[in-house]
């Protein structure tokens, strides 16, 4: 174990709720803990490749425990494909070059799966001794129970959901919800069942639109005169007819003027976007996310490299970042809150 180290940090992807908690956790056990020297590099592995940096310390860290976003600015700039002016660069060898000159011992990439992907290319490619943290509202990094930012994000969405429950139900209307989540449906499968939705639409399970009027029909018919549809921005009717590739609109917008259409049912849609990723995050992911960053530069004291710190059981453990990157972690038929959501009668859409 040395107490001499110098560690760099920087945030990549899209942004997220406790990556403030990430970045606190991280700096402050290292400078604390280890006495090492902090740097954060600036808007991801743009910042890492054009060497723009700010020491981190007590004036930066405190108070950013309960802070949205990230103090250090992202982007989802790839190291081996940076767009500069009208070109695109390979900056890994510029990236190496200046974690070399910063006499860094380690660099921390704290992200979701493109930046787990980017982490194991610098690996690969350079003498940069690596190790990541999993963040995402999408809670699709593969490897990890959990991703810090879904745990608010889901509680966004829950609360949209009962928002709208008094809304839908004053206008006797079917609300149609749309939920970020890229190709994966756990934030709208989690928010659907805590909030209470009459429809779960998500990218793991193709919908059949008729299954969805039906659904809705028959509701309207037993008296309840209102429905929630929540629907993943990645979900796909089973029928390439229904919506064509080529279809321009998202599949939320498709599927409420489709819903409309074929059940003469007043229906409105609302779209949650980066609403889900603001604001400040959830105790969960204050302690997921510093329980990840304190456990990262463990690791690195420990000279560990080319691993994410994971959740698993409760407890954070490396993992080979060669078998996370490339793979992503979407909702098992038969998982819990599937199985709840059905146990329910909700409909899925299949
Ligand atoms: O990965 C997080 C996420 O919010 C996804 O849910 C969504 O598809 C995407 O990012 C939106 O990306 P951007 O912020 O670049 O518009």
């Not at 609360?159 to 890229?182: K, P, Q, W």
């Amino acid at each position: 174990m040395s107490d001499s180290k110098s560690i760099g940090i920087l945030t990549a992807g899209g942004d997220c709720q406790g990556l403030n908690a990430a970045i606190r956790g991280v700096a402050k056990s290292a400078i604390k803990q280890y006495g090492m020297e902090v740097i954060g590099f600036l808007d991801g592995f743009r910042g890492l490749a054009e060497n723009r940096y700010e020491r981190l310390g007590d004036d930066t860290l405190s108070g950013i425990l309960t802070f949205g976003g990230t103090i250090l600015g992202t982007s989802r700039d790839k190291p081996h494909k940076m767009s500069i002016g009208d070109k695109v660069v390979d900056t890994i060898a510029q990236a190496e070059d200046n974690y070399h000159k910063l006499h860094l011992d380690a660099l921390v990439c704290i992200g979701g799966g493109g930046t787990q992907k980017n982490a194991l290319r610098l690996l690969k490619k350079t003498s940069m001794n690596i190790v990541t943290l999993p963040k995402t509202i999408d809670n699709d990094v593969w490897g990890t129970d959990a991703c810090f930012g879904y745990d608010t994000a889901v509680e966004i969405a829950t609360e949209a959901i009962d928002r709208l429950h008094s809304t839908a139900s004053s206008h006797h209307r079917v609300m149609v919800v749309e939920i970020m989540g890229h190709n994966t449906g756990w934030l709208t499968a989690a928010s659907g069942l805590a909030g209470g939705a009459d429809v779960v639409i998500i990218p793991e399970i193709s919908y059949d639109i008729e299954v969805i009027k039906n659904s809705l029909i028959k509701r309207n018919r037993k008296g309840k005169r209102f429905s929630i549809v929540a629907v993943a921005e990645g979900a796909r009717p089973k029928d390439e007819v229904e919506m064509p590739a080529d279809c321009e609109d998202s599949a939320a917008v498709h599927l409420t003027h489709r819903l409309a259409e074929l059940t003469g049912l007043e229906t409105r849609l609302t779209s949650l976007g980066h609403v889900m990723r603001g604001g400040s995050p959830s105790a969960a992911d204050r302690i997921l996310a510093t329980k990840l960053g304190t456990k990262a530069v463990d690791l690195i004291a420990q000279g560990q490299s080319g691993v994410m710190v994971a959740e698993r059981g409760g407890y954070a453990v490396p993992v080979p970042l060669e078998e996370i990157a490339g793979n992503r972690r979407i909702i098992p038929p038969d998982h819990p809150i599937l199985e709840s959501l059905r146990s329910l009668g909700i409909c899925l859409g299949d």
